[in-house]
Protein backbone atom coordinates (compact mmCIF):
# COMPACT_ATOMS: atom_id res chain seq x y z
CA UNK A 1 0.00 0.00 0.00
CA UNK A 2 1.21 3.37 -0.84
CA UNK A 3 0.85 6.48 0.53
CA UNK A 4 1.90 9.90 -0.30
CA UNK A 5 2.04 12.17 2.79
CA UNK A 6 2.65 16.22 2.83
CA UNK A 7 6.13 17.46 3.27
CA UNK A 8 4.82 18.64 6.84
CA UNK A 9 3.07 15.43 8.69
CA UNK A 10 1.28 15.57 11.25
CA UNK A 11 2.51 13.80 14.27
CA UNK A 12 0.48 10.35 13.78
CA UNK A 13 1.90 11.07 10.07
CA UNK A 14 5.51 11.39 10.82
CA UNK A 15 4.92 7.86 13.20
CA UNK A 16 3.41 5.89 10.07
CA UNK A 17 5.98 7.63 7.99
CA UNK A 18 9.37 6.30 10.43
CA UNK A 19 7.17 2.78 10.56
CA UNK A 20 6.91 2.44 6.76
CA UNK A 21 10.94 3.22 6.16
CA UNK A 22 11.82 0.90 9.02
CA UNK A 23 9.58 -1.84 7.18
CA UNK A 24 10.95 -1.27 3.81
CA UNK A 25 14.82 -1.40 5.41
CA UNK A 26 14.26 -4.50 6.04
CA UNK A 27 11.42 -6.01 3.57
CA UNK A 28 11.71 -5.17 0.07
CA UNK A 29 8.08 -5.05 -1.88
CA UNK A 30 7.77 -7.17 -4.69
CA UNK A 31 7.65 -5.85 -8.12
CA UNK A 32 4.24 -5.45 -9.11
CA UNK A 33 3.24 -8.04 -11.75
CA UNK A 34 0.15 -8.80 -13.66
CA UNK A 35 -2.01 -11.37 -15.05
CA UNK A 36 -5.41 -11.19 -16.82
CA UNK A 37 -6.19 -14.38 -16.84
CA UNK A 38 -7.81 -16.22 -13.77
CA UNK A 39 -6.16 -19.43 -14.43
CA UNK A 40 -2.53 -18.35 -14.29
CA UNK A 41 -2.16 -16.78 -10.80
CA UNK A 42 -0.25 -13.57 -10.12
CA UNK A 43 3.26 -14.32 -9.85
CA UNK A 44 5.24 -12.69 -6.88
CA UNK A 45 8.79 -11.49 -7.85
CA UNK A 46 11.88 -13.03 -5.96
CA UNK A 47 11.87 -11.31 -2.00
CA UNK A 48 15.08 -9.75 -1.48
CA UNK A 49 15.15 -11.72 1.87
CA UNK A 50 14.58 -15.12 2.23
CA UNK A 51 11.89 -17.08 3.16
CA UNK A 52 13.05 -18.89 6.29
CA UNK A 53 13.41 -15.10 7.71
CA UNK A 54 12.10 -15.23 11.12
CA UNK A 55 9.27 -12.68 12.96
CA UNK A 56 7.96 -11.95 16.56
CA UNK A 57 4.53 -12.13 17.56
CA UNK A 58 2.59 -11.89 20.37
CA UNK A 59 1.55 -15.34 21.99
CA UNK A 60 -1.07 -14.41 24.20
CA UNK A 61 -4.90 -13.79 23.74
CA UNK A 62 -6.22 -9.89 22.61
CA UNK A 63 -8.70 -8.96 25.86
CA UNK A 64 -12.07 -10.18 24.88
CA UNK A 65 -14.64 -7.78 24.03
CA UNK A 66 -17.71 -7.79 25.97
CA UNK A 67 -20.50 -9.27 25.34
CA UNK A 68 -22.83 -6.84 26.20
CA UNK A 69 -22.22 -4.89 22.88
CA UNK A 70 -24.70 -6.38 20.83
CA UNK A 71 -25.10 -5.74 16.88
CA UNK A 72 -27.75 -3.19 15.72
CA UNK A 73 -27.73 0.48 15.45
CA UNK A 74 -24.69 2.57 15.66
CA UNK A 75 -22.58 -0.59 16.37
CA UNK A 76 -19.39 1.09 15.31
CA UNK A 77 -19.97 4.19 17.92
CA UNK A 78 -21.17 1.92 20.62
CA UNK A 79 -17.84 -0.51 20.23
CA UNK A 80 -15.37 2.76 20.23
CA UNK A 81 -17.11 4.35 23.15
CA UNK A 82 -16.44 0.59 25.42
CA UNK A 83 -14.22 1.14 27.80
CA UNK A 84 -12.83 -2.30 26.50
CA UNK A 85 -11.99 -1.09 23.11
CA UNK A 86 -8.55 0.77 25.06
CA UNK A 87 -7.70 -2.58 25.84
CA UNK A 88 -7.88 -3.81 22.87
CA UNK A 89 -6.10 -1.43 21.12
CA UNK A 90 -2.98 -1.26 23.20
CA UNK A 91 -2.67 -4.65 22.29
CA UNK A 92 -2.65 -4.13 19.01
CA UNK A 93 -0.51 -1.64 19.40
CA UNK A 94 2.03 -3.40 21.33
CA UNK A 95 2.17 -6.23 19.12
CA UNK A 96 5.31 -6.51 17.14
CA UNK A 97 3.25 -7.11 13.80
CA UNK A 98 2.32 -2.96 13.90
CA UNK A 99 5.37 -2.71 12.62
CA UNK A 100 5.11 -4.91 9.67
CA UNK A 101 1.55 -2.66 9.01
CA UNK A 102 0.80 0.34 8.20
CA UNK A 103 -2.82 0.71 9.74
CA UNK A 104 -3.09 2.00 13.06
CA UNK A 105 -4.16 -0.53 16.54
CA UNK A 106 -7.19 1.48 16.40
CA UNK A 107 -8.16 0.31 13.22
CA UNK A 108 -7.08 -3.52 13.85
CA UNK A 109 -8.73 -2.65 17.26
CA UNK A 110 -11.96 -2.05 15.52
CA UNK A 111 -11.78 -5.00 12.63
CA UNK A 112 -11.29 -6.79 15.66
CA UNK A 113 -14.32 -6.14 17.61
CA UNK A 114 -16.64 -6.28 14.73
CA UNK A 115 -15.72 -10.05 13.96
CA UNK A 116 -16.17 -10.77 17.42
CA UNK A 117 -19.71 -9.45 17.95
CA UNK A 118 -20.95 -10.20 14.20
CA UNK A 119 -19.11 -14.24 14.22
CA UNK A 120 -18.72 -14.22 10.83
CA UNK A 121 -18.65 -17.32 8.84
CA UNK A 122 -16.41 -15.09 5.45
CA UNK A 123 -14.43 -12.27 6.00
CA UNK A 124 -12.90 -10.52 3.12
CA UNK A 125 -9.47 -8.68 2.82
CA UNK A 126 -8.18 -7.26 -0.53
CA UNK A 127 -4.84 -6.54 -0.18
CA UNK A 128 -2.75 -7.81 2.70
CA UNK A 129 0.49 -6.19 2.55
CA UNK A 130 2.24 -8.22 5.35
CA UNK A 131 -0.75 -9.26 7.04
CA UNK A 132 -0.49 -6.78 10.61
CA UNK A 133 -4.39 -6.55 10.52
CA UNK A 134 -4.97 -10.41 8.51
CA UNK A 135 -3.51 -11.22 11.69
CA UNK A 136 -5.59 -8.97 13.74
CA UNK A 137 -8.68 -10.73 12.09
CA UNK A 138 -7.60 -14.08 12.70
CA UNK A 139 -6.88 -13.50 16.29
CA UNK A 140 -11.08 -12.38 16.31
CA UNK A 141 -12.00 -15.69 14.38
CA UNK A 142 -9.80 -17.84 16.62
CA UNK A 143 -11.72 -16.69 19.29
CA UNK A 144 -15.00 -17.04 17.94
CA UNK A 145 -13.49 -20.36 17.26
CA UNK A 146 -15.33 -19.91 13.23
CA UNK A 147 -15.17 -18.07 9.90
CA UNK A 148 -12.24 -17.61 7.33
CA UNK A 149 -10.39 -14.82 6.17
CA UNK A 150 -10.46 -14.92 2.22
CA UNK A 151 -7.01 -12.76 1.93
CA UNK A 152 -6.89 -11.33 -1.72
CA UNK A 153 -3.10 -9.96 -2.61
CA UNK A 154 -1.79 -10.76 -5.94
CA UNK A 155 1.81 -9.23 -5.41
CA UNK A 156 3.25 -10.34 -1.79
CA UNK A 157 1.29 -13.47 -1.33
CA UNK A 158 4.74 -15.08 -1.14
CA UNK A 159 5.91 -13.25 1.37
CA UNK A 160 2.33 -13.29 3.27
CA UNK A 161 2.39 -16.90 3.43
CA UNK A 162 5.64 -17.28 5.36
CA UNK A 163 4.58 -14.94 8.03
CA UNK A 164 1.66 -16.49 8.32
CA UNK A 165 3.21 -19.83 8.46
CA UNK A 166 4.79 -18.65 11.99
CA UNK A 167 1.61 -17.14 13.52
CA UNK A 168 1.02 -18.00 17.00
CA UNK A 169 -1.16 -20.79 18.58
CA UNK A 170 -2.89 -21.83 15.41
CA UNK A 171 -4.54 -19.08 14.19
CA UNK A 172 -3.05 -20.09 10.56
CA UNK A 173 -5.86 -22.26 10.60
CA UNK A 174 -8.28 -19.04 9.70
CA UNK A 175 -7.20 -17.71 6.71
CA UNK A 176 -7.05 -18.24 3.05
CA UNK A 177 -4.46 -16.35 1.07
CA UNK A 178 -5.36 -16.35 -3.15
CA UNK A 179 -2.80 -15.21 -5.17
CA UNK A 180 -5.37 -13.42 -7.42
CA UNK A 181 -6.48 -9.84 -8.04
CA UNK A 182 -9.90 -8.38 -6.78
CA UNK A 183 -11.42 -9.12 -10.25
CA UNK A 184 -10.23 -12.66 -10.46
CA UNK A 185 -11.05 -13.51 -7.20
CA UNK A 186 -14.62 -11.77 -6.82
CA UNK A 187 -15.35 -13.72 -10.31
CA UNK A 188 -14.81 -17.17 -8.50
CA UNK A 189 -16.60 -15.73 -5.22
CA UNK A 190 -19.84 -17.41 -5.41
CA UNK A 191 -18.34 -20.80 -6.98
CA UNK A 192 -16.26 -21.31 -3.63
CA UNK A 193 -19.60 -20.08 -1.74
CA UNK A 194 -17.99 -17.08 0.01
CA UNK A 195 -20.73 -14.78 1.71
CA UNK A 196 -19.19 -12.36 3.55
CA UNK A 197 -20.48 -10.05 6.29
CA UNK A 198 -17.16 -8.05 6.68
CA UNK A 199 -15.18 -6.79 3.57
CA UNK A 200 -12.00 -4.79 4.65
CA UNK A 201 -10.94 -3.22 1.17
CA UNK A 202 -7.35 -1.85 1.07
CA UNK A 203 -6.17 -2.26 -2.80
CA UNK A 204 -5.92 0.02 -5.35
CA UNK A 205 -6.52 3.46 -3.96
CA UNK A 206 -7.36 4.90 -7.81
CA UNK A 207 -11.18 5.98 -8.08
CA UNK A 208 -11.88 3.13 -10.78
CA UNK A 209 -10.44 0.21 -9.34
CA UNK A 210 -11.64 1.19 -5.31
CA UNK A 211 -15.30 1.81 -7.09
CA UNK A 212 -15.02 -1.55 -8.36
CA UNK A 213 -14.01 -3.52 -5.01
CA UNK A 214 -16.90 -1.37 -3.26
CA UNK A 215 -19.93 -2.51 -5.71
CA UNK A 216 -18.73 -6.48 -6.07
CA UNK A 217 -18.51 -6.63 -2.42
CA UNK A 218 -21.69 -4.86 -1.88
CA UNK A 219 -23.25 -7.15 -4.53
CA UNK A 220 -22.32 -10.61 -2.19
CA UNK A 221 -22.46 -8.93 0.97
CA UNK A 222 -24.64 -10.34 3.40
CA UNK A 223 -28.29 -7.50 5.08
CA UNK A 224 -26.43 -5.95 7.84
CA UNK A 225 -22.71 -6.49 6.55
CA UNK A 226 -19.96 -4.19 6.65
CA UNK A 227 -17.44 -2.59 4.51
CA UNK A 228 -15.08 -0.84 5.88
CA UNK A 229 -12.44 1.36 3.14
CA UNK A 230 -9.51 2.24 4.13
CA UNK A 231 -7.65 5.26 2.77
CA UNK A 232 -10.73 7.38 2.55
CA UNK A 233 -8.26 10.75 2.72
CA UNK A 234 -7.10 9.95 -0.78
CA UNK A 235 -9.15 10.61 -3.52
CA UNK A 236 -9.92 7.62 -5.18
CA UNK A 237 -10.97 5.76 -2.28
CA UNK A 238 -13.20 9.11 -0.65
CA UNK A 239 -14.89 9.03 -4.35
CA UNK A 240 -15.59 5.57 -4.88
CA UNK A 241 -17.63 5.80 -1.15
CA UNK A 242 -19.37 8.70 -2.39
CA UNK A 243 -20.10 7.86 -5.87
CA UNK A 244 -21.33 4.24 -4.11
CA UNK A 245 -24.03 6.34 -1.57
CA UNK A 246 -25.39 8.64 -4.10
CA UNK A 247 -26.17 5.12 -6.22
CA UNK A 248 -27.45 3.34 -2.76
CA UNK A 249 -29.43 5.24 -0.69
CA UNK A 250 -30.12 2.77 1.47
CA UNK A 251 -26.93 1.96 3.20
CA UNK A 252 -25.80 3.77 6.16
CA UNK A 253 -22.37 5.36 7.08
CA UNK A 254 -21.08 4.73 10.91
CA UNK A 255 -20.19 7.56 13.18
CA UNK A 256 -20.02 10.22 10.89
CA UNK A 257 -21.15 11.20 7.11
CA UNK A 258 -18.47 11.54 4.81
CA UNK A 259 -17.85 15.30 3.97
CA UNK A 260 -18.81 17.13 0.82
CA UNK A 261 -16.37 16.75 -1.87
CA UNK A 262 -14.71 19.76 -1.60
CA UNK A 263 -11.14 18.01 -1.85
CA UNK A 264 -9.32 15.22 -3.50
CA UNK A 265 -6.68 14.92 -0.55
CA UNK A 266 -7.80 15.51 3.21
CA UNK A 267 -6.53 13.46 5.61
CA UNK A 268 -9.70 14.87 8.26
CA UNK A 269 -12.65 12.87 6.75
CA UNK A 270 -12.53 9.43 8.08
CA UNK A 271 -15.49 8.07 9.73
CA UNK A 272 -14.16 6.70 12.56
CA UNK A 273 -11.54 8.53 15.00
CA UNK A 274 -7.65 7.00 15.03
CA UNK A 275 -8.47 5.22 11.70
CA UNK A 276 -8.21 6.28 7.72
CA UNK A 277 -11.76 4.14 7.29
CA UNK A 278 -14.96 4.86 5.99
CA UNK A 279 -17.00 2.46 7.43
CA UNK A 280 -20.29 1.47 5.36
CA UNK A 281 -22.89 -0.96 6.69
CA UNK A 282 -25.53 -2.51 3.91
CA UNK A 283 -29.20 -2.40 4.70
CA UNK A 284 -30.75 -5.48 6.57
CA UNK A 285 -32.78 -6.24 3.82
CA UNK A 286 -32.37 -6.71 -0.17
CA UNK A 287 -33.56 -2.97 -1.27
CA UNK A 288 -35.33 -2.46 -4.59
CA UNK A 289 -36.75 0.64 -5.92
CA UNK A 290 -37.53 2.74 -9.31
CA UNK A 291 -33.55 1.94 -10.29
CA UNK A 292 -33.22 -1.60 -11.83
CA UNK A 293 -31.01 -3.70 -9.65
CA UNK A 294 -29.55 -6.44 -11.05
CA UNK A 295 -28.63 -9.99 -8.81
CA UNK A 296 -25.83 -10.59 -10.72
CA UNK A 297 -25.06 -13.79 -12.71
CA UNK A 298 -25.37 -16.71 -11.23
CA UNK A 299 -24.65 -20.48 -12.24
CA UNK A 300 -27.49 -22.11 -13.59
CA UNK A 301 -28.04 -26.20 -14.27
CA UNK A 302 -30.24 -26.52 -17.39
CA UNK A 303 -31.33 -24.79 -20.83
CA UNK A 304 -34.71 -23.76 -19.28
CA UNK A 305 -36.62 -21.64 -16.69
CA UNK A 306 -39.43 -22.32 -15.08
CA UNK A 307 -40.03 -19.19 -12.47
CA UNK A 308 -38.74 -16.79 -10.07
CA UNK A 309 -40.52 -15.96 -6.80
CA UNK A 310 -39.92 -12.62 -4.43
CA UNK A 311 -40.57 -12.99 -0.68
CA UNK A 312 -41.05 -9.75 0.46
CA UNK A 313 -39.33 -8.58 4.33
CA UNK A 314 -41.82 -6.62 5.26
CA UNK A 315 -45.95 -6.31 3.59
CA UNK A 316 -46.12 -4.04 0.56
CA UNK A 317 -46.96 -0.25 2.02
CA UNK A 318 -49.03 0.80 -1.49
CA UNK A 319 -50.01 -0.40 -4.81
CA UNK A 320 -47.42 -0.80 -7.35
CA UNK A 321 -45.81 -2.89 -10.25
CA UNK A 322 -42.09 -4.98 -10.16
CA UNK A 323 -41.00 -5.23 -13.27
CA UNK A 324 -38.93 -8.38 -13.61
CA UNK A 325 -36.33 -9.41 -16.50
CA UNK A 326 -34.87 -13.27 -16.21
CA UNK A 327 -31.52 -13.31 -18.65
CA UNK A 328 -30.79 -17.18 -19.03
CA UNK A 329 -27.18 -17.28 -20.87
CA UNK A 330 -25.42 -20.32 -22.56
CA UNK A 331 -22.03 -21.40 -22.87
CA UNK A 332 -20.45 -23.14 -25.32
CA UNK A 333 -19.13 -23.22 -29.18
CA UNK A 334 -21.44 -20.43 -28.87
CA UNK A 335 -23.06 -17.78 -26.58
CA UNK A 336 -26.73 -17.70 -26.68
CA UNK A 337 -29.03 -15.70 -24.55
CA UNK A 338 -32.68 -15.17 -23.94
CA UNK A 339 -34.52 -12.81 -22.13
CA UNK A 340 -37.90 -12.92 -20.40
CA UNK A 341 -39.65 -9.87 -18.97
CA UNK A 342 -42.95 -9.12 -17.60
CA UNK A 343 -44.47 -6.79 -15.09
CA UNK A 344 -46.42 -7.91 -11.85
CA UNK A 345 -48.95 -5.48 -10.14
CA UNK A 346 -49.05 -5.83 -6.75
CA UNK A 347 -51.59 -4.46 -3.91
CA UNK A 348 -50.97 -3.21 -0.76
CA UNK A 349 -49.91 -5.91 2.03
CA UNK A 350 -48.41 -8.15 -0.61
CA UNK A 351 -45.48 -10.95 1.38
CA UNK A 352 -44.52 -12.09 -1.97
CA UNK A 353 -44.95 -13.09 -5.66
CA UNK A 354 -44.50 -15.99 -7.36
CA UNK A 355 -43.94 -15.42 -11.65
CA UNK A 356 -43.82 -18.35 -13.67
CA UNK A 357 -41.87 -18.16 -16.40
CA UNK A 358 -43.26 -21.27 -18.90
CA UNK A 359 -41.66 -22.47 -21.48
CA UNK A 360 -38.92 -20.16 -20.60
CA UNK A 361 -35.99 -21.68 -22.45
CA UNK A 362 -32.75 -21.85 -24.80
CA UNK A 363 -33.49 -23.90 -28.18
CA UNK A 364 -30.86 -26.02 -27.66
CA UNK A 365 -28.13 -27.46 -24.95
CA UNK A 366 -25.02 -25.97 -23.67
CA UNK A 367 -21.79 -26.64 -21.53
CA UNK A 368 -22.77 -24.15 -18.86
CA UNK A 369 -25.32 -21.28 -18.40
CA UNK A 370 -26.30 -18.62 -15.90
CA UNK A 371 -29.57 -16.82 -14.97
CA UNK A 372 -29.57 -12.77 -14.04
CA UNK A 373 -32.62 -11.53 -12.64
CA UNK A 374 -33.09 -8.08 -12.79
CA UNK A 375 -35.92 -5.93 -10.98
CA UNK A 376 -37.58 -2.63 -11.31
CA UNK A 377 -40.08 -1.25 -8.55
CA UNK A 378 -42.47 1.42 -9.37
CA UNK A 379 -43.55 2.71 -5.55
CA UNK A 380 -42.29 5.48 -3.86
CA UNK A 381 -41.21 3.36 -1.15
CA UNK A 382 -38.53 0.80 -2.03
CA UNK A 383 -39.38 -2.83 -1.97
CA UNK A 384 -37.61 -4.83 0.71
CA UNK A 385 -37.28 -8.63 -0.51
CA UNK A 386 -35.94 -10.67 2.43
CA UNK A 387 -33.92 -12.94 0.00
CA UNK A 388 -32.40 -12.55 -3.29
CA UNK A 389 -34.81 -13.89 -6.36
CA UNK A 390 -35.27 -17.48 -5.75
CA UNK A 391 -35.19 -19.08 -9.32
CA UNK A 392 -36.60 -22.49 -10.04
CA UNK A 393 -36.48 -25.05 -12.96
CA UNK A 394 -38.77 -27.77 -11.72
CA UNK A 395 -41.35 -30.00 -14.59
Known amino acids: MKRTLPIRCPKQGRRLLRRARSLLDRIAVPARAHSGSDSTPVQDQPLSVPPSVAFTFRTDSAPDFSADVLDGPNLVARI ?28 QALLYCLIRILKPS ?8 HCGTSEAICRALAANGCGVLHAVEPFTATLAREIVRQWPNGIDRFI ?7 MQFFMRAEERNIKPSIVFIDGDHSVEFAHFDISVSARILNPSGFILIDNVAQPGPFLASKDFLAANPSWTVETSQLPPILKGYDRSRATVVGTDFAVLRAPPYHVVDGRPRSFGPVKWSSKFLTGVTLTFATPTNEDGVVSAQIILRGFGSELREKVFETNVRLSKGSLGVAIPSDGFALDRSFNSYSVESVLRWSGSQPLLLAEVPQLANSV
Open 176 to 182: KIYDETS
Open 122 to 129: DVIEIGIY
Open 80 to 107: IEHAQFRKIVDFFADNPSAQRSLMSANA
